[in-house]
């Protein structure tokens, strides 16, 4: 690795500071990298704890996973605090001096090329000076004849200097193209995290007056429970049907007997619709909404799904069902569906069943209001899969009955816990509009339901708005000012 990041600690060891701790779970912490450690640092990888008070007491630990900008480190003994440094000792004697900076140093004074990762170049500037006060950022000041105040650069933007034509610095290899990726993707989730760890907080007050239960946060261990759990089901069900296929992605097992050349579209939906959401609720991608992944059982066939719900789900099919999303109270979530001969329709429903598992294992296992759980569920089908007639039909209808009827058949204040089958037209017709009326007004609206407040005052929070003027508005936005509940 390139030996900018190199330090000499106290007791003479060189170190790389890989990052700090922001979240400390029993012995494990999770560690946000800094830049340019990504390349240091690698699952099973040995780092020491360096805790912020007594810095000359150090703890060994282990890397246990390193994803997107952040690191899961065991520690052997004891734990850690959320500020803590996490360092990578290597042996005295194997220090690496930067002679790179020496060249820059000595360059102070004259004029250099400068040309950044991105692509800009600095043509025949003034080096003014090397600031490597903070060994993780080493920056350079540089004056352009053509800016009217000197420029700070920071070295991990840059791709080489030269002066004098003689090439006195330059990125480490490969470090080009993962380097501005890394830090610009670890700036970004840096961000999202501050912000979604400052609502969380504020979120998390809402329970203590309602005693709604957050879903645990797992550990990496648990999540690869959950996931062992979901293969050994998958073994059993190989067993039964010798012909189904496991596919894998970021967030689901995808187990089916559809064709491995059909199945692709499927399951890029499914991943855009678990992006959609994420971001949607403005939930940092490192986060896992699913314990372990979502499993799907996907048949091409409407009997072997009946066989499958009766056999392995032990109770039957819902009559005339095309898909059933199993939330389980233990949070493991599975999909079992067909697809039939309608590939659109079969997309469309796969979306709508595994928005109930995401929504299921969104915060709290809190149900909210059927017709909203429906009608994001239709929404989301008709959003990453344009091509279904289903949804637009079904909204149809409603429409013609709201005309008809005047009236919204008290679906909003309705507690049923499963709506009827010719009310989710107008359901994804209200969501609709709720969204369009701002995402992080639906997602607030979601979170307070999901907190344990009911509809009136949920709405009230989000939307600053009654039922009867959400509904009133709802009219309106479909040319009907005067639309009865
Ligand atoms: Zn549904």
Known sequence: ??????????????????????????????????????????????????????????????????????????????????????????????????????????????????????????????????????????????????????????????????????????????????????????????????????????????LDKTGAKKWPDLTTTEHEAAITEHRDFIKVLKNDYSDLELYETDHFLFLSNIERRHLNPYLMQLDAMHKLMMHMYGIPEDIRVWKGKALIVAFVERQQFVDFERRHIKQPAPAGAYGVCHAGTDGQVIVACFRGDRPAEFGQMLVHETSHGFMHRYKTAKDVPSWINEGLADHLGLTIVPASQSVPKRQQAALERIRRTNSLGGIVGSELRNIRADQYGLSSLLVRFLIQNGDERFASLIDHLKAGLNLNESLQIAYNTSQEQMIRAFGVSIGMPNLQP
Not at 48 to 72: C, H, I, M, N, W
Not at 101 to 123: C, N, P, Q, T, Y
Not at 139 to 151: E, F, G, M, W
């Open 1 to 206: 690795m390139f030996g900018l990041i190199a330090t000499f600690a106290d007791h003479g060891i060189a170190e790389d500071t890989l990052g700090t701790v922001v979240e400390v779970k029993r012995n494990y912490c999770k560690v946000r990298l800094s830049m340019n450690s990504a390349d240091g640092i690698q699952k099973g990888g040995v780092c020491q704890v360096v805790t912020a008070d007594t810095p000359s007491e150090t703890k060994s630990a282990t890397v246990t996973a390193v994803r997107d900008g952040f690191a899961v480190v065991r520690l052997d003994d004891g734990t850690a605090s959320v500020g803590d440094r996490v360092v990578v000792v290597s042996e005295p004697g194997l220090e690496r001096d930067n002679p790179q900076v020496a060249s820059l140093v000595s360059a102070a004074g004259k004029k250099v090329d400068v040309k950044l990762i991105a692509g800009r170049m600095f043509e025949n500037i003034e080096l003014l000076r090397v600031d490597d006060s903070d060994d993780q950022n080493i920056k350079i000041r540089v004056r352009d004849a053509s800016a009217r105040r000197p420029l700070t650069i920071s070295l991990t933007a840059v791709d080489y200097i030269k002066c004098e034509a003689k090439l006195i610095f330059e990125c480490a290899p490969g470090a080009k193209t993962a380097n501005s990726r890394f830090s610009r993707k670890q700036a970004l989730l840096a961000k999202q995290h501050a912000e979604y760890e400052a609502k969380l907080r504020q979120w998390e007050l809402l």
